[in-house]
């Protein structure tokens, strides 16, 4: 038996999340939001270089492709190799066969210098014809003067901005700093506890089993006007997994909840990316609607065409060998765990 579908979105990945497993422990145990950032996160991305953003993302792009994702929405942040990042990750992306559309964080955590560094990778990679969007890491860690910046760049250059938005208590003051700004074609990520009143327009990018992950809380999308997508938040980019989770999520909160709501959320997530709704995913299962898919494990792609080309075949790519991929990540992963 087999189904075709479009192919699936990720509305919120951090490719370069792709080389931590495995990494060794922090410095200390994190038991905190915050402390996770400041020992995990906050620490990897400042040991990153560009030949580890290249096999991450070359990796992370191939994970992609063998779970029917077609189209990768990243964000993405390497404070010790700014210049040049959002190039080196579309090029690695563009060579398995999926699309992505890339940000660059901006945050002032780095000063004023490295805040002005990620707006001009922004405007860079956009004003060079590559896919994607002004990124902010956070509204609580850039001043008001970077948020307007990093807006106006988007307005500029007729594009939205890509933002983590309330998904931890740090950030509970981002709602009335973001709200003068925000515009229907921005993307916020996470709005664990972004009030249902904030006034912010754009898509939100809902992350469930980060959210449960971190400790964040459950962001409760139903209770929403703004369109909601389903993202990863780096924990690869299996999309009928994250609606799984999305669903039991759902259900978990309101008994009487059904699969249809999270469904919506992951195939909303094709209009941030049109064109992967002519892609052709074909799976291993038919029917493919959410009632089977919420029940049913190991429900896998068989084959992929994109663009008129056959980009997985008999569940292996066609542009890449799976296992260099996999090899070359993992040298880059243990470069990266060294300096960790």
Same mark, same amino acid.
């Given at each position: 038996m087999s189904a075709t579908t479009p192919g699936m979105v990720c509305a919120h990945h951090h490719l370069y999340s792709a080389l931590v497993r495995g990494m060794p422990p922090p410095p200390a145990t994190p038991t905190s939001f915050?402390?996770?950032?400041?020992?995990?996160?906050?620490r990897v991305d400042r040991s990153l270089d560009l030949e580890m953003l290249r096999w991450s993302a070359m990796l992370g792009a191939l994970e992609a492709l063998e779970q029917g994702t077609t189209a990768i929405v990243d964000h993405h942040e390497s404070p010790e190799a700014i210049e040049g990042s959002l190039s080196v990750i579309?090029?690695?992306?563009?060579?398995?066969?999926?699309?992505?559309?890339?940000?660059?964080?901006?945050?002032?955590?780095?000063?004023?210098?490295?805040?002005?560094?990620?707006?001009?990778?922004?405007?860079?990679f956009l004003s060079e014809g590559g896919r994607g969007l002004v990124g902010v890491h956070a509204a609580f860690t850039c001043s008001d003067d970077t948020l307007e910046a990093a807006a106006g760049l988007a307005t500029d250059l007729g594009v939205g901005v890509h933002v983590?938005?309330?998904?931890?208590? #740090?950030?509970?003051?981002?709602?009335?700093?973001?709200? !003068?700004?925000? $515009?229907?074609?921005?993307?916020?990520?996470? =709005?664990v506890h972004l009030p249902e009143d904030a006034g912010l327009a754009g898509t939100i990018a809902h992350n469930p089993r980060s959210n449960m992950n971190n400790g964040v809380g459950y962001a409760r999308p139903v209770r929403f006007d703004n369109p909601v997508a389903l993202g990863s938040d780096g924990i690869g980019a299996a999309m009928l997994d994250e609606f799984r989770i999305a669903y039991l999520c759902h259900r978990h909160d309101d008994v009487t909840a059904t699969p249809e709501p999270a469904w919506s959320w992951l195939e909303a997530g094709r209009a941030l990316v049109p064109e992967t709704?002519?892609?052709?995913?074909?799976?291993?299962?038919? #029917?493919?609607?959410?009632?089977?898919?919420?029940?049913? !494990?190991?429900? $896998?792609?068989?084959?992929?065409?994109?663009? =008129?080309?056959?980009?997985?075949?008999d569940g292996r790519p066609t542009r890449v060998d799976p296992d260099e991929v996999r090899a070359k990540a993992a040298e880059q992963a243990r470069r990266l765990h060294a300096r960790l």
């Open positions: 915050s402390e996770i950032l400041e020992l995990i996160w906050w579309a090029e690695a992306c563009a060579e398995v066969g999926v699309r992505v559309v890339c940000a660059y964080g901006v945050t002032d955590r780095h000063g004023a210098d490295g805040a002005q560094r990620g707006l001009e990778e922004n405007r860079r983590h938005v309330c998904e931890g208590a #740090p950030d509970a003051a981002a709602p009335q700093r973001l709200a !003068p700004l925000t $515009r229907d074609d921005w993307l916020l990520a996470h =709005g709704a002519d892609d052709e995913v074909t799976w291993s299962y038919d #029917p493919m609607d959410p009632w089977h898919i919420a029940f049913t !494990p190991g429900i $896998r792609p068989v084959r992929v065409v994109r663009d =008129g080309e056959v980009v997985l075949a």
